[in-house]
């Protein structure tokens, strides 16, 4: 009897546990930019930041998730510590609103939920009525588990054991705060505990003022999580938000523990039904911290920002900034992350391309040195892009989502070779340069100036076109290239002008000056390769440039 009624119970808890995680995949799948984007305008104060953290956590039923969410925000310096910390505040209180729901009988509506979420799953193809569909299924699989909970926890009051191990846990407030701590750590979810705990009361399994302790229980355990994953190894600021909300959590449970006995008596008299009593109490200590914190968070920042101070270490440029793991989940945050990593990236290439000139033109040792430095960043640069969105292309992506994915990672590919490029090539001509002390002529030196500026705006072009899309600007890219080539060859006729003039500048460097409009041309190609399929997927004709009309490779090749 006592196992069958412990099967029962985790098999209950687990179908809670992945209701809810359909609930929060299917909302962050259909809704996930836009939860972003109502995240990213709530910064302006700590009300507005109240607000939206509320909104959002209301919406995925996690606070952890909008934990982490934000302090991947914080710790990139997007959000100052004040509203980071008053979306917090919000986010506890909205974790409490599904329990709300919960707690009326609410269970007939689950089959509904099935019928209507097997329908948007099966006929929503890879559009957001599929994830709307997977709302619907988890909502109704978490009214399910409750109704399990509850079947099996109604016969199990009759088991001597089973009151025997509940009261022995339950019996010390402490015990209570730390075991329901340990399980929403466990469960990476209060709103799954304070259900389970809802479950306990209502079948007597444990007392009101036990149940009280194990609800602060739950609160703190869910400050956990953001704690341990939301800061950044080495890097003591990034902890301020997670450190600043778990001592928020452990101030409530430290004031209000004491009273849980006196609290419940209370309680029972003006809501007598347990369920409802305990989900009261959950979101009661919820609203109270808010408004008790609320006003005290600028002293509290202050206080967190002289704790943990801000790495003084210089920044790894090989390191990626914008590839959160936690956005996996969600292609299309995910894309928008590995987008932005990818910018980066081309940055360090733009600059790497400055320096090298620098380099060639001012025989300047130093720079050399520095620009094969920037291209082992950029080499580890490309492996992070290219291993995540790989992770990403196993996941569901609809047939936008994948092309984006392919540019992405093609972009990135083509940067990488200018890397290379620029390294190996132009750095090497700059290094033997300076070993022979050569001097372009000002002619040849002009010449090359001015063929390197055409490149760096084609670079600056080619970034707007990855993240726009702009098939006039591609139009523009690919007519440079042509262009380009012609200013290759009157570049080289006259240099060879010059040779039978018989100029020492130009009979000296005659092979180094040829060697860098060649490079320099080699990168532009490798530049103009995100034109074709911008222009490949508005039909327009690339024939001109050795492509079949309309069709551009999913991962261009320099021609």
Same mark, same amino acid.
């Given at each position: 009897?006592?196992?069958?009624?412990?099967?029962?119970?985790?098999?209950?808890?687990?179908?809670?546990? !992945?209701?809810?995680?359909?609930?929060?995949?299917?909302?962050?799948?259909?809704?996930?930019?836009?939860?972003?984007? +109502? /995240?990213?305008?709530? %910064?302006?104060?700590?009300?507005?930041?109240?607000?939206?953290?509320?909104?959002?956590?209301?919406?995925?039923?996690?606070?952890?998730?909008?934990?982490?969410?934000?302090?991947?925000?914080?710790?990139?310096?997007?959000?100052?510590?004040?509203?980071?910390?008053?979306?917090?505040?919000?986010?506890?209180?909205?974790?409490?609103?599904?329990?709300?729901?919960?707690?009326?009988?609410?269970?007939?509506?689950?089959?509904? +939920?099935?019928?209507?979420? /097997?329908?948007?799953?099966?006929?929503?193809?890879?559009?957001?009525?599929? #994830?709307?569909?997977?709302?619907?299924?988890? /909502?109704?699989?978490?009214?399910?588990?409750?109704?399990?909970? *509850?079947?099996?926890?109604?016969?199990?009051?009759?088991?001597?054991?089973?009151?025997?191990?509940?009261?022995?846990?339950?019996?010390?407030?402490?015990?209570?705060?730390?075991?329901?701590?340990?399980?929403? !750590?466990? @469960?990476?979810?209060?709103?799954?505990?304070?259900?389970? =705990?809802?479950?306990?009361?209502?079948?007597? %399994?444990?007392?009101?003022?036990?149940?009280?302790?194990?609800?602060?229980?739950?609160?703190?355990?869910?400050?956990?999580?953001?704690? &341990?994953?939301?800061?950044?190894?080495?890097?003591?600021?990034?902890?301020?938000?997670? *450190?600043?909300?778990? *001592?928020?959590? /452990?101030?409530?449970? &430290?004031?209000?523990?004491?009273?849980?006995?006196? +609290?419940?008596?209370?309680?029972?008299?003006?809501?007598? #039904?347990?369920?409802?009593?305990?989900?009261? %109490?959950?979101?009661?200590?919820?609203?109270?911290?808010?408004?008790?914190?609320?006003?005290? *968070?600028?002293?509290?920042?202050?206080?967190?920002?002289? +704790?943990?101070?801000?790495?003084?270490?210089?920044?790894?440029?090989?390191?990626?900034?914008?590839?959160?793991?936690? @956005?996996?989940?969600?292609?299309?945050?995910?894309?928008?992350?590995?987008?932005?990593?990818?910018?980066?990236?081309? #940055?360090?290439?733009?600059?790497?391309?400055?320096?090298?000139?620098?380099?060639?033109?001012?025989?300047?040792?130093?720079?050399?040195?520095?620009?094969?430095?920037?291209?082992?960043?950029?080499?580890?640069? #490309?492996?992070?892009?290219?291993?995540?969105?790989?992770?990403?292309?196993?996941?569901?992506?609809?047939?936008?989502?994948?092309?984006?994915?392919?540019? =992405?990672?093609?972009?990135?590919?083509?940067?990488?070779?200018?890397?290379?490029?620029?390294?190996?090539?132009?750095?090497?001509?700059?290094?033997?340069?300076?070993?022979?002390?050569?001097?372009?002529?000002?002619?040849?030196?002009?010449?090359?100036?001015?063929?390197?500026?055409?490149?760096?705006?084609?670079?600056?072009?080619?970034?707007?076109?990855?993240?726009?899309?702009?098939?006039?600007?591609?139009?523009?890219? &690919?007519?440079?290239?042509?262009?380009?080539?012609?200013?290759?060859?009157?570049?080289?006729?006259?240099?060879?002008?010059?040779?039978?003039?018989?100029?020492?500048?130009?009979?000296?460097?005659?092979?180094?000056?040829?060697?860098?409009?060649?490079?320099?041309?080699?990168?532009?190609?490798?530049?103009?390769?995100?034109?074709?399929?911008?222009?490949?997927?508005?039909?327009?004709?690339?024939?001109?440039?050795?492509?079949?009309?309309?069709?551009?490779? @999913?991962?261009?090749?320099?021609?």
């Amino acid at each position: 009897m006592g196992t069958m009624v412990l099967l029962d119970l985790m098999g209950g808890v687990a179908l809670l546990l !992945w209701g809810l995680h359909m609930v929060q995949s299917g909302i962050l799948r259909a809704f996930g930019p836009d939860l972003r984007r +109502l /995240l990213a305008k709530a %910064f302006r104060n700590r009300f507005t930041s109240f607000g939206a953290g509320l909104a959002l956590t209301a919406l995925l039923q996690s606070s952890t998730a909008t934990g982490l969410m934000t302090a991947s925000f914080a710790a990139e310096g997007m959000v100052a510590l004040v509203p980071a910390l008053a979306i917090m505040l919000g986010a506890n209180v909205g974790t409490t609103l599904i329990v709300q729901l919960l707690s009326f009988n609410v269970a007939a509506v689950a089959p509904v +939920l099935f019928v209507l979420g /097997l329908v948007a799953f099966r006929s929503g193809g890879r559009s957001k009525l599929k #994830d709307v569909g997977r709302i619907a299924i988890g /909502l109704g699989l978490m009214l399910l588990a409750l109704h399990i909970l *509850l079947d099996t926890l109604a016969p199990a009051e009759s088991a001597p054991a089973a009151r025997v191990l509940l009261k022995a846990i339950t019996d010390d407030p402490v015990l209570c705060v730390l075991t329901a701590a340990a399980l929403t !750590w466990a @469960a990476h979810s209060s709103v799954a505990t304070v259900l389970l =705990i809802m479950s306990l009361a209502y079948a007597q %399994f444990v007392t009101p003022a036990a149940a009280l302790a194990l609800v602060l229980g739950a609160n703190l355990g869910s400050a956990i999580n953001p704690l &341990v994953e939301g800061g950044r190894r080495g890097d003591p600021a990034s902890y301020r938000l997670p *450190l600043g909300n778990f *001592l928020n959590r /452990l101030v409530g449970v &430290v004031v209000l523990l004491p009273f849980t006995q006196p +609290l419940a008596a209370e309680l029972q008299v003006v809501v007598p #039904d347990m369920a409802k009593m305990t989900a009261a %109490f959950h979101a009661g200590f919820n609203v109270v911290m808010a408004l008790a914190f609320i006003g005290l *968070l600028g002293p509290i920042a202050a206080m967190l920002t002289r +704790l943990l101070p801000e790495r003084q270490t210089a920044a790894d440029a090989g390191a990626p900034r914008y590839l959160d793991d936690g @956005a996996v989940e969600t292609p299309s945050l995910a894309l928008a992350d590995a987008a932005r990593e990818t910018l980066r990236m081309g #940055d360090l290439v733009e600059t790497m391309l400055r320096k090298v000139m620098d380099a060639l033109m001012n025989n300047d040792r130093a720079l050399v040195t520095e620009v094969s430095r920037m291209d082992d960043a950029v080499d580890r640069l #490309d492996n992070a892009i290219k291993l995540y969105v790989t992770r990403l292309t196993r996941k569901n992506l609809d047939d936008s989502e994948a092309q984006r994915a392919m540019e =992405i990672v093609s972009f990135a590919i083509n940067l990488e070779h200018i890397g290379d490029i620029v390294d190996r090539n132009l750095n090497e001509l700059a290094a033997k340069k300076i070993k022979r002390g050569l001097q372009f002529s000002g002619e040849g030196a002009a010449e090359l100036i001015d063929f390197h500026r055409r490149i760096l705006e084609s670079l600056r072009i080619a970034f707007g076109i990855f993240m726009s899309g702009d098939v006039e600007q591609a139009r523009k890219l &690919v007519a440079e290239k042509a262009e380009l080539r012609g200013a290759e060859i009157a570049a080289a006729e006259r240099h060879l002008e010059r040779l039978r003039q018989g100029r020492p500048e130009t009979l000296e460097t005659t092979s180094l000056h040829l060697d860098v409009l060649r490079d320099l041309k080699r990168i532009h190609s490798h530049v103009s390769s995100v034109a074709y399929p911008v222009l490949a997927a508005a039909g327009v004709s690339t024939a001109a440039e050795g492509h079949l009309p309309g069709f551009a490779p @999913a991962v261009p090749r320099p021609s």
